[in-house]
């Protein structure tokens, strides 16, 4: 999806209006990268609406970091959670979770202990996030693919799960954030975006710097590395280990030097697919201010 300010104002729009329908609202965002997948103006677009936070892909999320992050939205009076859509990890707890959000409504217009009936919920997200493959593990079945069918208007339709629960079947798509540029290498970095938006060459030089500092276990055994380099902000040193990581891989160009775009792509392949543990790409302690 290319992004332009039409398409996200109808986004908004679209999603406003289904908002009329529904108790508790559920931003999906990755695990590892909790504040790029995140809507610039979700606080705004949600306003008012009672909300869950799931952290998605826990699986592939460094552990510690999530419950940083978990930390991180309670202070911010936000209840997040970890959740693994693809293995159903942590989906149990989400009906659990939005059946408290709307207690809590009703709690505080003074309806205590009343739940007349299912809590009604819609996903939210930026395209890649999982959301797709969250509505089919609450559902509990692969929900067919909602082709164009000519002369057919979808009706929104209700997805029950269990008594307690109805979700809307197509989830809100939002923009991610754009605004800076290492937002947009987290999110190429974990697919959420093309590659070819941004040069891997850069994904890659700006991923290694992180992980050196972050994880250079990781990249010592992955790669069989002894050294690694001591000062990440230089470039030559960073490009150095890069041109080390392409030679053990063979990402070698006639005349036998380093391809570098190859070895961008060894990295970030192996990024993706795990290769490197579970590696969490944004951390709390970076952000408070934000
Ligand atoms: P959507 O665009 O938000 O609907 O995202 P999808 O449901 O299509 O998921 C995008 C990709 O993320 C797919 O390749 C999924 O298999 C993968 N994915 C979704 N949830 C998880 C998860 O919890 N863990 C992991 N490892 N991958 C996930």
Redesign the pocket.
Same mark, same amino acid.
């Given at each position: 999806i290319q992004w332009f300010p039409g398409h996200m104002a109808k986004a908004r729009r679209q999603i406003e209006e289904r908002l009329k329908l529904i108790d508790v609202a559920i931003e /999906?965002l990755d695990a590892r990268i909790p504040l790029s997948s995140r809507n610039p103006m979700i606080d705004d677009i949600l306003a008012q609406k009672p909300r869950i936070v799931l952290l =998605? %892909?826990?699986? @592939?999320a460094d552990e510690r970091i999530t419950k940083e992050w978990i930390r991180y939205f309670a202070d911010r009076k936000l209840k997040a959670l970890p $959740? *693994? +859509? &693809?293995?159903g %990890?942590g989906v149990k707890e989400i009906t659990e979770a939005a059946k408290e959000k709307m207690a809590d409504k009703f709690a505080a217009m003074g309806r205590k202990g009343i739940q007349p009936r299912a809590v009604r919920a819609l996903i939210v997200?930026? !395209? =890649? $996030?999982? %959301? +797709? &493959? /969250? @509505? =089919?593990?609450l559902a509990g079945r692969s929900a067919a693919a909602t082709g164009d069918r000519p002369g057919v208007t979808k009706a929104q339709q209700w997805i029950r799960i269990g008594s307690e629960l109805e979700l809307l079947d197509t !989830?809100g @798509?939002l923009w991610p954030k754009f605004e800076e540029e290492w937002v947009g290498y987290h999110l190429a970095a974990t697919?959420a975006i093309k590659d070819e938006i941004l040069n891997s060459e850069d994904i890659a030089f700006y991923i290694l710097k992180y992980l050196i500092r972050e994880y250079p276990k990781a990249l010592e055994e992955r790669y069989g590395i002894e050294q690694l380099p001591e000062d990440t902000e230089n470039p030559h040193e960073v490009v150095e280990l890069m041109e080390q990581i392409g030679r053990k891989r063979g990402c070698l160009q006639s005349g036998g030097s380093v391809n570098l775009e190859k070895a961008s792509n060894v990295i970030l392949r192996d990024l993706r697919t *795990?290769k490197l543990g579970r590696i969490s790409l944004e951390r709390p302690s970076d952000f408070e201010a934000l």
């Open positions: /999906l =998605n %892909k826990a699986d @592939i $959740v *693994e +859509s &693809t293995t %990890k997200g930026i !395209p =890649n $996030v999982g %959301k +797709s &493959t /969250l @509505i =089919n593990r !989830p @798509i697919g *795990e």
